[in-house]
């Protein structure tokens, strides 16, 4: 079993930057990919941005590209999401999941995940 537990949301304006982190506990990662999702108010959940646990691969919807930065932290168990250049439409509850390593390339797809966090929110206004 997987714990995933977000924080870092918040209200911030246009232009600014936030730094949401997903803190994982219970089995080893090493073999999941890990995934960050988002669902804004009245629509369904969307990807966002996806790697691997272990190694480089990145994988980010075209919305986000160049402004925001999935890394991870192995000695703390963290994934984080980096967002530069918020847009009043990056609104929405964003969530962290994790994915089996052999489903990574489903790692758009809300469904192919195995474990979810309970959401943080994220709020930019104009």
């Known amino acids: 079993q997987v714990q995933l537990v977000e924080s870092g949301g918040g209200l911030v304006q246009a232009g600014d930057s936030l730094m949401l982190s997903c803190a ?8 999941y990919g890990m995934g960050w999702f988002r669902q804004p108010p009245g629509k369904e959940r969307a990807f966002v941005a996806a790697r691997l646990w272990s ?3 990145t994988y980010y919807t075209d919305s986000v590209k160049g402004r925001f930065t999935i890394s991870r932290d192995n000695a703390k168990n963290t994934v984080y999401l980096q967002m530069n250049s918020l847009k009043p439409e990056d609104t929405a509850v964003y969530y962290c999941a994790a994915i089996k390593g052999s489903s990574w390339n489903l790692a758009n797809n809300p469904a192919s995940y195995d474990y979810w966090g309970q959401g943080t929110q994220v ?4």
Do not use: P
């Open 24 to 31: 994982a506990s219970g089995r080893t990662l090493r073999t």
């Open 55 to 57: 190694g480089f691969t």
């Open 123 to 126: 709020t930019v206004s104009s």
